[in-house]
T-cell receptor
Framework: TQLLEQSPQFLSIQEGENLTVYCNSS?????LQWYRQEPGEGPVLLVT?????EVKKLKRLTFQFGDARKDSSLHITAAQPGDTGLYLC?????????FGQGTRLTINP | EAGVAQSPRYKIIEKRQSVAFWCNPI?????LYWYQQILGQGPKLLIQ????????DSQLPKDRFSAERLKGVDSTLKIQPAKLEDSAVYLC???????????FGSGTRLTVV
């Protein structure tokens, strides 16, 4: 059974700071997806990465997929209060999503 | 495009009672998923439908949970009888299929007291 471990579990920083959160898998990802979930809502897809070493940017968010396709990082530049939420990584293989436990991010004004 | 609709948004029941959740996926999405998200954890797949057939229900506690997707559109998830540990958010998601993005509903927050 694949295990996805995300770190840190909780992160609280001030507006304007930079941050990085991590996702590590016990086995090679089929495809890696990052989601953001706000309180009272379902997860919303941010990005899908498939190729080892791939880097994708979404405004102030940079997603990096490890060369061995077993780890990923999400870097946020100049964090804003609107970035607050639960960040989940997931493996999209076998026609179903397997999620990590998430990183709960709080950006303080 | 309308999103995935779920109801109710909140439900509080006593243990040993029964409860049902409803999901209406995005029109045309053949694949429908029910996930359970316990506080502080990531979502865990309970059951996956492809049209009206079950693809994966390996993590569904079948002694108390049941789900159906009649006519390959709407779906209901039922718990009978509920236990305290069933307190969680139940998320429904739909997708065109493999390699397509998932769209999640807002979920139903169940509290069992």
């Amino acid at each position: 059974t694949q295990l996805l471990e995300q770190s840190p579990q909780f992160l609280s920083i001030q507006e304007g700071e930079n941050l990085t959160v991590y996702c590590n898998s016990s086995s090679v990802f089929s495809s890696l997806q990052w989601y953001r979930q706000e309180p009272g809502e379902g997860p919303v897809l941010l990005v899908t990465v498939v190729t080892g070493g791939e880097v994708k940017k979404l405004k102030r968010l940079t997603f990096q997929f490890g060369d061995a396709r077993k780890d990923s990082s999400l870097h946020i530049t100049a964090a804003q209060p609107g970035d607050t939420g639960l960040y989940l990584c997931a493996d999209g293989g076998a026609q179903k999503l397997v999620f990590g436990q998430g990183t709960r991010l709080t950006i303080n004004p | 495009e309308a999103g995935v609709a779920q109801s109710p948004r909140y439900k509080i029941i006593e243990k040993r009672q029964s409860v049902a959740f409803w999901c209406n996926p995005i029109s045309g999405h053949a694949t429908l998923y029910w996930y359970q998200q316990i506080l502080g954890q990531g979502p865990k797949l309970l059951i996956q439908f492809q049209n009206n057939g079950v693809v994966d229900d390996s993590q569904l506690p079948k002694d108390r949970f049941s789900a159906e997707r009649l006519k390959g559109v709407d779906s209901t998830l039922k718990i009978q009888p509920a236990k305290l540990e069933d307190s969680a958010v139940y998320l429904c998601a739909s997708s065109h299929g493999l390699n397509y993005g998932y769209t999640f509903g807002s979920g139903t927050r169940l509290t069992v007291v």
